[in-house]
């Protein structure tokens, strides 16, 4: 109970002191620099301070050590199609994780689910494996995805294609940046799968090339991230047209207000499940990059990245036109890099990420909004090159690195004045 009362401590004082840094004019974006940086800071001197904390307490347990995680179940053990079981092994799926051994079962009977779970704990199959199942068992089931971006919606439906392969049935995605005439011409198949963003859903729908009234299933993935980026009235007006008696799964990171309203206007008695790990995880090492004054941080930057453990490193900028210039600025340097932002087609954006999943490039610099959701396996290290607007994106940021059993590494830079 102690080591948690230090841990929600230094959390309340980084969120104060990042929402310190939001006022607006000049003495405002002065303020914004101060507090954004001294969060990050705090942020950082957090985990050294849990570890201290607890090191004094305890000398039978390294303070970083997580519990390990037994599951209740088996992939076997769940009362789903033999040939998705199989296609389940085939991905190599062993154990199920936290969020799918809680979810799964709950889904599988029906029952409204919400999910509280950050990216890359295994949500995306806690939710497709049910749901595959039902398409299975009960004929002309459809099911409609929404996610918050176009990257994340293409990442599910892959998900989809590997779980699904060989049952007999397809999935479609259908997002912004892209020709929406294919969208429209895949959608008269009926697929049992859509998957999209709420804006190019809402814009099939009122080309009337969308009809809701056949699917009794809906999945909302990344709630908060929808909310944040201003989707709520084309998400309540997507669960709006739908009918009232669906069944509904619903993850999120976090649990607002205005998520738990949407909760209680279009879930029938959910059941609650939370998996959220502590915020900064213990297998990423932070740490602040400190810029002299006068020194050009590009140049930093660049040096750093020479370093052959810098293997594949995700780099956060600001803006949209700060990322596409930081890319281009590295590759005349030999570095290959690439970036995704709002700006880009969706054909472009998916070819960056499939060359920076490859190693054709070493180095993906990326915005907030196009990174959200992203499941990239084995980044070595994230590079906050621009500082992040709240405690939130920087928890986010660093949760790219050191997933699963890797460790990772996250440096914040920080400019001198």
């Known amino acids: 109970m102690a080591d948690a009362r230090i841990r929600r401590a230094h959390m309340r004082k980084a969120r104060t002191l990042f929402r ?40 039978r347990r390294k303070p970083t050590e997580e519990p390990v995680f037994v599951p209740e179940h088996t992939f076997s053990d769940f009362d789903i199609n033999e040939h998705l079981k199989k296609n389940i092994l085939a991905r190599k799926y062993e154990l199920p994780t936290p969020i799918q051994d809680k979810a799964i079962p709950h889904a599988l009977l029906g029952q409204d689910v919400v999910g509280l779970a950050e990216t890359g704990t295994g949500k995306t199959a806690a939710f497709l494996i049910p749901l595959i199942d039902k398409v299975m068992k009960q004929k002309g089931e459809r099911i409609l995805v929404m996610a918050p971006t176009r990257e994340l919606a293409v990442q599910i439906e892959k998900e989809l294609a590997g779980f699904a392969r060989g049952l007999g049935f397809r999935g479609m995605v259908a997002v912004g940046g892209a020709n929406i005439g294919p969208q429209i011409s895949q959608l008269k198949h009926e697929p049992a799968f859509v998957i999209g963003t709420p804006g190019r859903l809402k ?13 009794g299933t809906v999945v909302l993935d990344e709630a908060d991230r929808m909310l944040d980026m ?35 206007d279009f879930l029938t008695s959910p059941v609650v499940i939370s998996v959220k790990k502590r915020d900064t995880p213990s297998s990423v090492d932070q740490d602040v990059v400190r810029i002299p004054s006068g020194k050009d941080k590009f140049e930093v930057l660049a040096e750093m990245l020479k370093d052959r453990a810098f ?68 980044v070595s290290h994230v590079i906050n090159y621009d500082l992040p607007s709240t405690y939130e994106d920087y928890i986010h940021r660093i949760g790219r690195t050191g997933r699963a059993t890797l460790k990772g590494k996250a440096l914040t830079f920080v400019q001198g004045r």
């Open 20 to 59: 310190k840094g939001s006022r607006r004019g000049a003495a405002g974006r002065a303020a914004s620099h101060r507090g954004a940086v001294t969060a990050a800071e705090a942020v950082i001197a957090d985990g050294v301070a849990y570890v201290a904390a607890v090191s004094a307490r305890s000398g």
């Open 230 to 264: 201003g989707f709520i009235d084309d998400m309540r007006f997507i669960l709006g047209k739908m009918r009232k008696e669906r069944h509904t799964l619903f993850f999120s990171a976090t649990m607002s207000k205005d998520i738990e309203r949407l909760i209680g």
């Open 203 to 215: 814009d099939l729908m009122e080309r009337r090339a969308l009809n809701l009234s056949g699917f």
């Open 311 to 378: 293997s594949r490193v995700l780099v956060f900028g600001r803006t949209k036109f700060g990322v596409e210039k930081l890319a281009k600025a590295l590759s005349r340097r030999h570095i290959h890099a690439e970036s995704i932002h709002g700006n880009k087609t969706h054909g472009a954006r998916i070819r960056a990420l499939e060359a920076f999943k490859s190693g054709k490039v070493s180095v993906l610099v990326a915005t907030d909004v196009a990174a959200r959701g992203l499941d990239i396996p084995a």
